[in-house]
């Protein structure tokens, strides 16, 4: 009888300007053993650590990167502060 074993890898780095860059791998394998389920986890583990610690090394598009942009020096991009309530956001009569 196979077993279906589900290992899943993920990682997150905080970035300048208060962004993050988060990377996450899942795979599916089956072993016909309960013997094999130490082994196959720990080549698993290492396999999708090293995709993923390969793969997230490219941020991309981080926030930081608008802060040169016409927007965000108009302030489009930014946040206006606490919400206010929902009882002061009522048109009053």
Known sequence: MALKLIAN?????????????????????????IDDVAGESTRLYQSL???????????????????DHPCWQRGAFRSRGQPKPIADNRRRK
């Open 49 to 67: 650590q090293q995709s993923v610690d390969d793969e997230i090394q490219h941020t991309g598009f981080a926030a930081s990167q608008l802060k």
């Open 9 to 33: 890898y993920s990682k997150r780095l905080g970035l300048p300007g208060y962004s993050s860059h988060q990377f996450s791998v899942c795979v599916e394998t089956e072993i016909s053993s």
